[in-house]
């Protein structure tokens, strides 16, 4: 288990910090994510099949953990966010400013390299829905970016 947690804890907290913006409640959800794990001993074909599941029922509890009544954001994602270099910033702000749907393609598709395809098993949607949501928030982001005054072709 301990493998396990080594080979998916990075990808699982960003994918859930993405998701929640919070680092408290990210680490809470990865936490979860892994007893999960633990409690169903599921057997998996490849370590790509183990990252999936562990993905799927990250955005899962983040999910629900964003429909619960009582989140609220205790720690802006910008000052937690693992690994991000300085000249992202700006872009990182925009993309946490975009509602959790829009986040959460957003970051599987670019932060973490899934495709539409995967994306769409991860989040139990349709691709068609995934390849929308993702037109949606890129357009959202060119025009928050332009609205300040940056150029988008730079940025994504």
Known sequence: MEEVVKRNENKVF?????????????EDIMQEAFLKL???????????????????VTVNLAKNHLRSHWWKKTVPLLESYPAQPAEQQELMEQVLSLPAKYR????????????TKEIAALTRCAESSVRAQLTRARRLLKSSLELEGGNYDEKV
């Open 38 to 56: 633990m409690q169903a001993q599921k057997r998996f074909e490849s370590t790509a099949h183990e990252t999936a599941w562990l993905l799927r």
């Open 104 to 115: 959460t393609v957003i970051h599987l598709f670019y932060f973490e390299g899934y495709s």
């Open 14 to 26: 960003r994918t859930a910090i993405a998701i929640t913006g919070s680092k408290a409640d990210a």
